[in-house]
């Protein structure tokens, strides 16, 4: 079983009945504020744009607001894009590790059927 997926699995389960509702076409906001209504039903633990620290070799070098933080251990990303190409991912994956934090969502509310990639921090072993 992967680390943290019984909360994983109640965001993208959020995130699906949001986008059944409101379907592809809004802006990243609606969906944002959509997802925070599922959230607060179900009742995730979360911080909306919360400012992550982004760190190089153990020193803090920016900050960098991330759509989501929830249960204080996952990064949650929202686009509404097309599609989700190779450098979101990438962005992602690269927000993940700088941060320090271990599991991260990347939800694209853009596509015709919701999109969704479970990111994981590979400098953290376990």
């Known amino acids: 079983m ?12 959020c995130a699906m009945k ?3 509702e409101l379907g592809s076409g809004f802006q990243e906001y609606i969906y944002q504020r959509a997802l925070e ?5 179900v009742l995730i ?7 992550m620290p982004i760190y190089y070799q153990g020193e803090k070098i920016g900050m ?21 190409t190779d450098t979101h991912l990438a962005q ?4 993940l590790e700088a941060s320090g934090h271990e599991v991260g969502l990347l939800i694209n509310f853009g596509a015709r059927s919701l999109q969704f990639k ?3 921090n590979r ?3 376990n």
């Open 64 to 84: 960098r607001i991330v759509d989501f933080f929830v249960d204080e251990k996952i990064m949650v990303e929202l686009k509404a894009l097309t599609d989700l």
């Open 92 to 95: 992602g994956l690269n927000y």
């Open 118 to 120: 479970r990111l994981h």
């Open 2 to 13: 992967m680390k943290f997926s019984d909360i994983t699995e109640k965001i993208i389960g």
């Open 123 to 125: 400098k953290i072993i």
């Open 37 to 41: 209504i599922e959230f607060k039903k």
């Open 18 to 20: 949001v986008h059944r």
């Open 45 to 51: 633990k979360f911080i909306r744009e919360y400012e």
